[in-house]
């Protein structure tokens, strides 16, 4: 199993990258291609899956704590990794987690291809795995800090915002901020100056 990969950033189109290893160029299906910018020189946690139809595919993660969530989604019946990818971009991990352990129905049905149905089919198959996970990368990704980023993804849905400014937001509070267990005040704070910057 290819488990990471480090290369460079060749190309970027709305659903995937393209990272040279040497002479090689691999094409990468990441949630949020939008986050990086071609030359940059990057390290990725990756799964490859195999379909017997359309052959393999290789998914590209920029934390551990993404894929850990990828691989949890995907285990659930009926729920491939196209719909995995889209909730990890919507959403973001985190709130993923959240979602997951609260049993919000709501949060999930949101994400493209999951509807109120799937959401509860999901919740049902994953909520107990869903609290190792969240063990498994952190301790502190449980209970009020997972909330937090949740409401920080209530906040923008209720503002108005894109799925896609929002996944934007989330994901770079979580590469800026993940570690650090702010309140839900000063995450907003920081999404609400991301956004006005992209304006």
């Known amino acids: 199993m290819i ?10 189109t709305d659903c995937d ?16 291609p939008n986050q990086f910018k071609v030359g940059d020189t990057i390290t990725m946690a990756t799964y490859l899956h195999w379909n017997q139809e359309q052959g393999p595919t290789l998914f590209g993660f920029t934390h551990e704590v993404d894929r850990a969530v ?3 989604i995907i285990s659930c019946a009926g729920v491939g990794p196209k719909i995995a990818l889209a909730a990890l971009a919507q959403l973001g991990a985190a709130p993923i987690l959240t ?8 949060v999930l049905s949101q994400v493209s291809g999951i509807g109120a149905k799937k959401a509860e089919q999901i ?4 909520r107990h795995k869903a609290d190792k996970v969240a063990k498994n ?3 502190s990704m449980t209970g009020t800090t997972l909330t937090h980023w949740e409401d920080v993804t209530q906040a923008l849905v209720s503002l108005n915002y894109t799925r896609v400014e929002i996944a934007d ?13 702010l309140p839900f005040d000063q995450l907003i704070r920081h999404a609400l100056s991301f956004l006005s910057k992209r304006a």
């Open 3 to 12: 488990r990471t990969l480090s290369g460079t950033v060749q190309a970027i």
């Open 17 to 32: 990258i393209t990272i040279t290893i040497g002479p090689v160029g691999l094409a990468i299906q990441v949630p949020t």
């Open 70 to 72: 990828f691989l949890l």
């Open 99 to 106: 979602a997951l352990q609260t049993s919000n129905t709501k």
């Open 123 to 126: 919740i049902a198959h994953l």
């Open 137 to 139: 990368f952190d301790a």
């Open 169 to 181: 937001t989330m994901k770079h509070l979580g590469q800026q901020y993940g570690d650090a267990q």
